[in-house]
């Protein structure tokens, strides 16, 4: 039976904001390697990751999401963190300050319309965040650090959030690929979905 690794989405697309981004990623990249970053195609904001799962469950899922309701909403990207904190960085990331209360909303309706199809649920408390950088060797931590404390505070830019996309996340060698299955856009914006969507992005950070 075939099995599909996929997660559910919202995208970042809007071109300031990514060049924003690619300037810290630059700035990350100058301590002179011990980190891989996230392409600029792959960048995301996770609202649930879904793991492996049947090609017949991923039909359904397909269809409860293109029946969540949410209306378009602006976000303001803020501020560098890392996990599990800023002075051990393994994973880099940008939060989210402006739009954060609707960004957990629509997590929370993606959840509640994914209830009941026996999918196990989150293993941790939903945090609206970017990741944009995975420290691989403990050498390069401290330089990782001291850019995450000197950017605490810097503004990526605001974009809105207009839809949302379950994707297919194909892991390779270099790292996973990812493909639209489907999109659901906002009230306000249009109705329905995009589905059997196979534009491929590049490789990248796991979600």
């Known amino acids: 039976m075939e099995r599909i690794r996929c997660f559910v989405s919202v995208d ?5 904001v990514l060049a924003s981004i690619a300037r810290v990623q630059q700035t990350l990249l100058s301590i002179g390697g011990g980190l891989k970053l996230v392409e600029r195609e792959n960048l995301h904001l996770t609202l649930r990751f879904l793991g492996e799962l049947p090609r017949g469950l991923v039909d359904e899922i397909s269809q409860r999401l293109n029946g969540v309701e949410f209306e378009a909403f602006e976000i303001e990207l803020k501020g560098l963190g890392a996990f599990p904190s800023s002075s051990r960085p393994r994973v880099v990331w940008i939060g989210v300050e402006r739009g954060a209360e609707e960004l957990e909303e629509l997590a929370r309706e993606v959840n509640k319309a994914l209830s009941g199809l026996g999918i196990p649920p989150p293993d941790k408390e939903f945090c609206p965040h970017l990741t944009i950088a995975r420290v691989k060797s403990r050498s390069a ?5 001291r850019i995450i404390a000197e950017h605490g505070d810097l503004s990526f830019g605001k974009m ?3 839809n949302f996309r379950l994707k297919k996340s194909v892991l390779t060698p270099r790292g996973p690929s990812y493909s ?3 999109e659901k856009r906002a009230r306000d914006v249009g109705r329905g979905e995009s589905r ?5 992005s590049g490789q990248g950070g796991y979600p």
């Not at 970042?12 to 300031?16: G, H, K, L, P």
């Not at 931590?141 to 650090?145: F, K, L």
């Open 141 to 145: 931590a401290a330089a990782v650090s």
């Open 180 to 182: 639209t299955l489907m």
């Open 12 to 16: 970042v697309e809007d071109a300031s």
């Open 196 to 200: 059997g969507d196979t534009r491929e």
């Open 160 to 162: 809105l959030v207009d």
